[in-house]
Every structure is written in structure tokens, then in C-alpha cells.
Nanobody
């Protein structure tokens, strides 16, 4: 069974940093575009960042310049480095493939608050 397991979330003060990890039970070499998404309370899930197998990245305007997505296919893991965090970044963060999404993981909660 395909599994995605997100980790690394927590409570952080505004301006702080967190690094999220997403471990996949499939060979990421076979998946071109991977992405991080987030869902804030009472809102729909939104796309945060994408990365191709070649390392090309794209970001939502709201996180551009603050977040960095990366991947290590040898470890079947995707990362999201989040810096200069703001209260509006508070959400549950998920990863998944872009073109053919797998079963969603449980996500990891990021809370930005003083």
C-alpha cells in the first residue's frame, strides 16, 4: 500500500523556521512532479510548492522567497524548508504527487504563534 508520511511540524514563533519531511513508500524516481500542500482551518487545501525530478521548483506567491522545496529520490523523501514563518502559515501540511495523487497522508500540523 502506498503511503506518504509527513513530519517535522510543530509550534513556532513568528519569524521562526521549520523543516518538514515527507517519506514516500514508492520510488520517487518514477514520479516527476511532487508537491507540498497545506490546509488552514476552515479553508480549502492549497498548493504551496512543486518540484520536478530535475529540480525545477515553483512556489505560491504567499511563500515565495521564504520556503524552499527539495527532494532526495534515493531516500524517497521530499522536504520543505520554511523560514520567516508568519501566523498565516498555520495549517496542516501534506505532500503528494501532482499528476497522479496517491492516498493522502495524515499531514503535519504547523502552528505559528507567539
Amino acid at each position: 500500500q502506498v503511503r506518504l508520511v509527513e513530519s517535522g511540524g510543530g509550534l513556532v514563533q513568528p519569524g521562526g523556521s521549520l523543516r518538514l519531511s515527507c517519506a514516500a513508500s514508492v520510488n520517487l524516481f518514477s514520479i516527476n512532479d511532487m508537491a507540498w500542500y497545506r490546509q488552514a482551518p476552515g479553508k480549502e487545501r492549497e498548493l504551496v510548492a512543486t518540484i520536478t525530478n530535475g529540480g525545477s521548483t515553483n512556489y505560491a506567491n504567499s511563500v515565495k522567497g521564504r520556503f524552499t522545496i527539495s527532494r532526495n529520490n534515493a531516500k524517497n523523501t521530499v522536504y520543505l524548508q520554511m523560514n520567516s514563518l508568519k501566523p498565516e502559515d498555520t495549517a496542516v501540511y501534506y505532500c503528494n504527487a501532482v499528476m497522479y495523487p496517491m492516498q493522502w497522508g495524515k499531514g503535519t500540523l504547523v502552528t505559528v504563534s507567539s
